[in-house]
């Protein structure tokens, strides 16, 4: 077995990896700032996965701008459908008087955004985190704007460097 702890990739081109992860830092910043709010933690991490795709990945097909915006659009929907499907109806009682079952439907809401994103073409893996967050946190229309912001804003920056991106990832 062959392990090592620093990727050989990196010790070849390290300018690569450090402009890179430079332009995610100015590029996440740059949205927050005009965004001007964060949210619940588990939705921020979500994004926080989607710019590592879109900056150490950006030739796989999870940083397709279409996969960005409409993967997280499909955990919003889902989210939203599992948050009000289990505590805004007859099953909310349910859901919220029998402790052990508390989490499920974050679970559903996970499971459901994937089969989603897989049946659309939608497939963004950090985006069943936003589904968990809408579900776990609560949700509000700011929280979905901000992520929605944040997603259209992260693949218009990622399609416009593009062209400038490696793979980082082996």
Not at 162 to 168: A, V
Request: aromatic share 12%; hydrophobic share 55%.
């Amino acid at each position: 077995m062959n392990i090592h702890l620093v990727d050989r990739t990196f010790l070849k081109k390290p300018k690569h990896y450090l402009l890179q992860s430079l332009l995610a830092v100015i590029a996440v910043a740059v949205i927050l700032y005009f965004v001007e709010t964060i949210t619940q933690a588990a939705i921020v991490a979500a994004l926080g996965a989607s710019s590592f795709i879109v900056f150490a990945m950006p030739k796989t097909v999870a940083a397709e701008p279409r996969r960005l915006i409409g993967g997280h659009i499909t955990g919003i929907i889902c989210g939203l459908a599992c948050y009000y499907g289990c505590y805004h109806t007859p099953a909310a009682g349910f859901f919220e008087s029998v402790e052990m079952f508390h989490w499920l439907p974050a679970a559903f809401a996970v499971g459901l955004s994937i089969l989603l994103m897989t049946f659309f073409n939608f497939e963004h893996p950090p985006a069943a985190g936003t589904a968990l967050g809408i579900v776990t946190t609560g949700w509000s229309l700011e929280t979905v704007i901000f992520i929605v912001a944040f997603a259209v804003s992260l693949a218009i920056i990622g399609a416009l460097l593009k062209k400038y991106l490696q793979n980082l990832c082996t």
